[in-house]
C-alpha cells in the first residue's frame, strides 16, 4: 500500500484538561500517514486519482484549530476520521502531540492507526 505523509503540521488550538490549558490556544504537532492506492495517479499525473494531501491538511488544521478537545486521544480519533472520510483513504495513522507538555521532554501525544475494517 502507498503512503501520503503530511509531517509536522503545526495548529494553535486548545487541548487539555487543566484549566489553564483551557485557557489559551497551545501548539499541537500533527502527523498523518495516509494509506491509499497512488498508482493511477502516478500514471495519469492526475490529482482525481489520488487523495488531495492538501484538503486533508486544511481539515486537520482547522479541526484542531477549533475542537478544544481534553485529549489529545480524542483529537486524534477526530484527525482519523476525517481522513477515513475520504473513500480513496484504506488506513490513517495519526500522531497528535503537545510540545513542551512535559518538562524535560520536547513534547508527548500519541499515534493511533486506523483503517475502513
Not at 490513517?92 to 475502513?116: M, N, Y
Request: aromatic share 4%.
Amino acid at each position: 500500500m502507498d503512503k501520503i505523509l503530511i509531517k509536522d503540521l503545526v495548529a494553535r488550538g486548545i487541548i487539555g484538561i487543566n484549566e489553564w490549558e483551557r485557557e489559551n490556544p497551545q501548539e499541537i504537532l500533527i502527523n498523518i500517514t495516509l494509506y491509499c492506492d497512488t498508482r493511477q495517479a502516478g500514471k495519469t499525473d492526475d490529482i482525481q486519482y489520488s487523495v488531495n494531501y492538501r484538503t486533508i491538511a486544511k481539515q486537520a488544521l482547522a479541526h484542531a484549530e477549533t475542537a478544544a478537545r481534553l485529549t489529545v486521544e480524542a483529537l486524534a480519533e477526530d484527525i482519523a476520521n476525517l481522513c477515513l472520510d475520504d473513500p480513496k483513504v484504506q488506513k490513517v495513522i495519526v500522531r497528535v502531540e503537545k510540545p513542551g507538555a512535559v518538562r524535560f521532554a520536547r513534547s508527548v501525544g500519541v499515534e493511533i492507526e486506523r483503517s475502513r475494517s
